[in-house]
């Protein structure tokens, strides 16, 4: 069965320095999106693409936060520089045509991401 | 205050109960979804609604659109039942809810 694939799984860091999550999406879904998923909270959606657009970023830190997919399929996320209440789990998830609340979602494993 | 609020935060019970999580939301929504996550991290959708009732092995999803509630019914528990449960909905993109973080012990 295809799966969203997410790498690293854990990354330990400290404040200050630059931090890169990948994510490749399910073969042929147009829709990615990136969750950033605090302790004890449900996910908050950061950036939604469509193939390689940006649909919704609008909660997303641009003044440290950056997100590409450049051809349309995978996708990194950055954050430079890291502060401390960026650690957190961030999610990848896909989904076919990106109709978002009417369509399956399926997430990856997730990146949990430690500042120090 | 939460667009989807969930209740319980927490519950614990034992193996072969009815369990019932539920989900209100003050949104407008197309559909509600429920998800599963397991310790690991990984998310997994279990149901997308939008009316009704729907049933997978032991677990059903009921919604009432009048009352803007939803709840996730698990029959028969199993310690592998454990896990958060998370409800999101939405009408342009999904607000999720803090998840209840269920625990069936044996």
């Known amino acids: 069965e295809a799966e969203v694939a997410q790498s690293p799984r854990y990354k330990i860091t400290e404040k200050s320095q630059a931090v890169a999550f990948w994510c490749d999406p399910i073969?042929?879904?147009?829709?990615l999106y990136w969750y950033r998923q605090i302790l004890g909270q449900g996910p908050e959606l950061l950036v939604q693409?469509?193939?390689?657009?940006?649909?919704?970023d609008s909660q997303l830190p641009k003044d440290r936060f950056s997100a590409e997919r450049l051809k349309g399929v995978d996708s990194t996320l950055k954050i430079q520089p890291a502060e401390l209440g960026d650690s957190a789990m961030y999610l990848c998830?896909?989904?076919?045509?990106?109709?978002?609340?009417?369509?399956?979602?399926?997430f990856g494993p997730g990146t949990r991401l430690l500042v120090l | 205050k939460n667009e989807v609020e969930q209740s319980p935060q927490n519950l614990t019970a034992q193996e072969g109960e009815f369990i019932t999580i539920n989900c209100s939301y003050s949104?407008?929504?197309?559909?509600l979804h429920w998800l599963q996550q397991h310790p690991g991290g990984g998310i997994v959708s279990l149901f997308m609604?939008?009316?009704g009732k729907k049933k997978h092995g032991r677990l059903i999803a009921t919604i009432n659109i009048q009352e803007k509630h939803s709840s996730l019914h698990i029959t028969a528990s199993h310690p592998r039942d454990s896990a958060v449960y998370i409800c999101?909905?939405?009408?342009?993109?999904?607000?999720f809810g803090k998840g209840t973080h269920l625990i069936i012990q044996p």
């Open positions: 998830a896909s989904s076919l045509t990106g109709s978002s609340t009417q369509e399956t979602q399926y």
């Open positions: 073969s042929g879904h147009a829709t």
């Open positions: 693409f469509q193939d390689e657009s940006v649909v919704d």
């Open positions: 949104v407008g929504i197309s559909a």
């Open positions: 609604l939008s009316s």
């Open positions: 999101a909905a939405g009408l342009d993109g999904l607000t």
